[in-house]
C-alpha cells in the first residue's frame, strides 16, 4: 500500500497504466535496484519504495474510485490541498469550506518593483496593486481562526501601503511587529546608492488572544548547554537576577538569604512579614556554611530568579562556588522546550534566498531558472514556527504559492517532529504544472536532492489533492449565443435595436445552456459534466471533465469522510398477475 498518495481531480478516463515515465522524470526510480524500464513493477519493487507518490489522474475513473473508497476519513487523511487558481477566486471557493479553521496565513505578494514588474490592464500599477491586496485581505480574515496570524512579506517598495493595508484590515492594535530579514548578504545595488540585503516580514493577528509564539535555538546557541544529567542538558547559570526587573524593590519575595557550602545550598528557616514586606530569618547558619545574598558587585540588592520553596523543592538545581575570593550561586540553566522569542532582525546564513530559495531549486529541479526569486525555505519556516499551533496540527494558507515554497515548509515541519500540520496552496502562474506540483511531490518523496535526483529516499507518509478551477477567461470563452436568422434580420433593420438588445438581453439570453454557466439539463449524471477549454494564445479547444461533486462539496462547505465506488447492477423482472 503506497504511503503517499496525490488525489488529482483533473480526470483521466482512459485509464493508464502505473506513472512509470513520470516517476523515472521526478523520482529517478531508474536508478533503483529491481527497475526495469517499460516493464510491469513488480509488488516486492513497490514494497521497497512505499513513498513514490501516485497521482490518481494517471488512474482510470473506476480504479481512481476504488482507491478512494479504500480511505477512510478522507478529509482527515488527506494533509494539503492545491488549488490551480487565480487567488480571489480561489478564497471566496474555500470560504465555505475553510471559514474560521486556518492556524496562520504566510504570503509573499508580488513586490511590483521595476526588477519585476507586474502586468496590469491600465497605467496606474500602483493603485491596481493596492486594490489587488486589499480585496484578497478583504478574503483573509474570515478563513482565519480568532487566535489566527497572519505573516506577509514585502520590500521597500511597497511596504508602507502594504502596512496601511494590513493595519486597515487587522487593526492597529493587531499589528505584532515587523521583521527585517536579510535575504541577500551581499546586497541588490540600488539606484540611490546603496545595496540592499533586506525585505520585510510583517505579522498581524486577527484576535486579541493570538500570541507569536518563539524560534528552536540555534545550533550555536545550543553549544553553549555542555553539562548533562539525567533530564536533560543544561548550562550553569548565575541565579542572581540581572537587567531590569531584577532589583528587590520591584519582587521584595525574591530577596532571601541563602545557606552554602561546597557541598550543599538550603533555604534557612524564615517567615515573610507582610507588613516589612521581608523575610524574618529564625535560623543561624552552621559553622560550615556560607550566607548568600543577591547582592552585585556594586552593592546592589536584587533578587533570586526562583522562589524559596522552589530552591527547597530541588537544590541539586544548584552549585556554590568561590574563585578567586568571590563566591557565587549558580543554577542549572536548560534550553527551553519552546525556543526563545524571536527578534525583529533576522541575519543567519540560512535566510539567504540565493543559496536557499534558488539553491533549494536547483538541488530539486535539473533544469536551469525554473523559478525567479523563490523564498528561502528557511524564513519561511521560521515565519510558520512563529504561527504555529501548540498542538502541531493547525493549518497553513498561501495564496501567493509561487514554486510552493510554504507546502515544503509545512511538510518539513512535520518531518522534523511528527506533527499533522496541513497547508492550502493557490498558485495561478503556469508553472504550477511545471515547479509547484512537482516539487510538492518531490519533498514527500525525499528529503535531499541533488541535481533534480533525490540523495536518500527519506519520505513521508502523505496525501495532498490539486484542483483547477475554472477561470474568467474559461466562462467567456465557453459562451455559446444561440444563432436565430429572424432575429438578425429584426436587428440589422434596427441599429437602435440592436444596440439596445446587444446591452441587455443578448448575454442573459442568447448564452443561456451554456456549459459554463451551469446547464442545469445536462446535471443528469453529475459524474459527466463537461467544459471546453480554450488553449491560452491558441485558438484549439479541448473538453475537460468538471467534478461537479467536489465543486459544490466545497460551496456548501463539506467534509467529505468517505468516497464510495459507484455501484451498479444488472436486474430482470417478471410481472405476476
Known amino acids: 500500500r503506497t504511503k503517499a498518495l496525490l488525489i488529482g481531480f483533473p480526470s483521466n478516463p482512459t485509464g493508464a497504466v502505473m ?218 547559570e548565575l541565579f542572581r537576577k540581572r537587567g531590569s526587573n531584577s532589583e528587590r524593590t520591584a519582587r521584595p519575595s525574591l530577596y532571601y538569604p541563602l545557606y552554602c557550602t561546597t557541598n550543599s545550598i538550603r533555604v534557612p528557616a524564615m517567615e515573610w512579614n507582610e507588613s516589612k514586606r521581608a523575610w524574618d530569618v529564625s535560623e543561624a547558619p552552621q559553622v560550615e556554611e556560607v550566607v548568600m545574598w543577591p547582592i552585585d558587585d556594586n552593592g546592589i540588592e536584587r533578587t533570586w530568579r526562583w522562589k524559596p520553596s522552589e530552591v527547597t523543592k530541588d537544590s541539586s538545581q544548584f552549585l556554590f562556588k568561590v574563585k578567586s575570593g568571590t563566591a557565587t550561586v549558580y543554577y542549572k540553566f536548560r534550553p527551553d522546550a519552546e525556543g526563545v522569542l524571536p527578534t525583529t532582525v533576522w541575519l543567519d546564513a540560512k535566510y539567504s534566498a540565493t543559496e536557499h530559495g534558488t539553491g533549494t531549486l536547483k538541488a530539486l529541479f535539473k533544469e536551469y531558472n525554473v523559478f525567479s526569486y523563490p523564498k528561502s525555505i528557511y524564513a519561511v519556516q521560521d515565519s510558520l514556527a512563529l504561527m504555529d499551533d501548540p498542538g502541531r496540527d493547525g493549518c497553513f494558507l498561501d495564496y501567493f504559492a509561487g514554486s510552493g515554497t510554504t507546502g515544503h515548509a509545512t511538510v518539513e515541519m512535520n518531518r522534523e517532529d511528527g506533527g499533522t500540520r496541513k497547508f492550502t496552496l493557490v498558485e495561478v502562474g503556469n508553472y504550477f504544472d511545471s515547479v509547484t506540483k512537482p516539487r510538492m511531490q518531490k519533498v514527500v518523496y525525499s528529503r535531499t536532492w541533488k541535481d533534480g535526483k533525490p540523495v536518500d529516499r527519506d519520505g513521508i507518509s502523505h496525501c495532498f489533492k490539486y484542483i483547477r478551477l475554472e477561470s474568467y477567461e474559461d466562462t467567456l470563452n465557453a459562451l455559446e449565443l444561440r444563432s436565430d436568422e429572424e432575429r438578425e434580420k429584426l436587428l440589422a433593420a434596427n441599429k437602435g435595436l440592436r444596440e439596445d438588445y446587444t446591452l441587455r438581453y443578448l448575454l442573459d439570453v442568447e448564452t443561456q445552456g451554456s456549459t459554463s454557466l451551469l446547464n442545469h439539463a445536462a446535471f443528469t449524471d453529475p459524474r459527466a459534466y463537461t467544459l471546453n477549454v480554450k488553449r491560452p494564445g491558441s485558438e484549439e479547444r479541448t473538453t475537460k471533465t468538471v467534478d461537479l461533486l467536489e465543486t459544490f462539496n466545497y460551496l456548501l462547505g463539506l467534509r467529505v469522510q468517505h468516497m464510495a465506488a459507484p455501484e451498479a447492477f444488472t436486474a430482470a423482472f417478471e410481472r405476476v398477475v
Not at 41 to 48: D, G, N, Q, R
Not at 142 to 165: P, R, S, V
Request: glycine share 8%.
Open 19 to 236: 506513472p512509470l515515465a513520470e516517476w523515472e522524470k521526478l523520482f529517478h526510480i531508474q536508478d533503483l535496484p529491481g527497475y526495469e524500464t517499460k516493464k510491469p513493477l513488480t509488488v516486492a519493487f513497490l514494497k521497497a519504495n512505499p513513498y513514490l507518490v501516485l497521482d490518481t489522474a494517471f488512474l482510470s475513473e473506476a480504479e481512481k474510485a476504488a482507491l478512494l473508497n479504500s480511505i477512510d476519513d478522507l478529509e482527515g487523511q488527506t494533509n494539503g490541498l492545491m488549488v490551480h487558481s487565480e487567488n480571489f477566486q480561489a478564497l471566496r471557493m474555500l470560504d465555505g469550506r475553510f471559514r474560521g479553521q486556518v492556524q496562520g496565513v504566510y504570503i509573499d505578494p508580488p513586490y511590483n518593483t521595476d526588477a519585476g514588474p507586474i502586468l496590469y490592464k491600465n497605467d496606474y500599477r500602483s493603485s491596481s496593486w493596492t486594490s489587488m491586496i486589499a480585496g484578497v485581505l478583504e478574503q483573509t480574515t474570515a478563513l482565519m481562526m480568532e487566535k489566527g496570524l497572519l505573516c506577509a512579506t514585502i520590500d521597500d517598495y511597497q511596504q508602507k501601503e502594504l502596512h496601511f493595508l494590513l493595519e486597515q484590515q487587522f487593526g492597529k492594535d493587531n499589528q505584532l511587529g515587523t521583521v527585517a530579514v536579510r535575504i541577500n548578504p551581499s546586497g541588490r545595488p540600488l539606484p540611490d546608492g546603496f545595496a540592499q540585503s533586506h525585505e520585510y516580514a510583517i505579522f498581524c493577528r486577527k484576535g486579541g488572544s493570538a500570541t507569536i509564539g518563539k524560534l528552536k535555538r540555534s545550533d550555536a546557541q545550543m553549544k553553549r548547554y555542555k553539562e548533562k544529567d539525567e533530564d536533560g542538558t543544561y548550562m550553569w
